[in-house]
């Protein structure tokens, strides 16, 4: 399993960004895909998920209506296009296909003016 995040950076309060993992070494169509980000000091914890035909997602009630969650099963990528960020929202963000213990290496989101 391989996966790839990319699509981080340093945001001001309020932009967006656009993140992207590109998935491999799996039948990326047959997972439910996930991500999850970590901020300095806390736990990793689920930011949004969608399954496998990308029919039905779940998002955290701390990002509800600010991110949207989408894959593309063509090109084993799944996207996070987050808006709206808030400083709060600084963390490493990683994607996870469910029921497979394997982390890429995350991309860093930093919001901050």
């Known amino acids: 399993v391989r996966l790839v995040e990319s699509g981080g950076g340093l945001v001001q309060p309020g932009g967006s960004l656009r993140l992207s993992c590109a998935a491999s070494?799996?039948?990326?169509?047959?997972?439910?895909m996930s991500w999850y980000r970590q901020a300095p000091g806390k736990e990793r914890e689920l930011v949004a998920r969608?399954?496998?035909?990308?029919?039905?997602?779940y998002y955290a009630e701390s990002m509800k209506g600010r991110i949207t969650i989408s894959r593309d099963n063509a090109k084993n990528t799944v996207y996070l296009q987050m808006n709206s960020l808030k400083p709060e929202d600084t963390a490493v963000y990683y994607c996870?296909?469910?029921?497979?213990?394997?982390w890429g290496q995350g991309t860093q989101v930093t919001v901050s003016s």
């Open positions: 996870r296909p469910q029921g497979v213990v394997s």
């Open positions: 070494g799996f039948t990326f169509s047959s997972y439910v």
């Open positions: 969608i399954a496998s035909a990308g029919g039905s997602t």
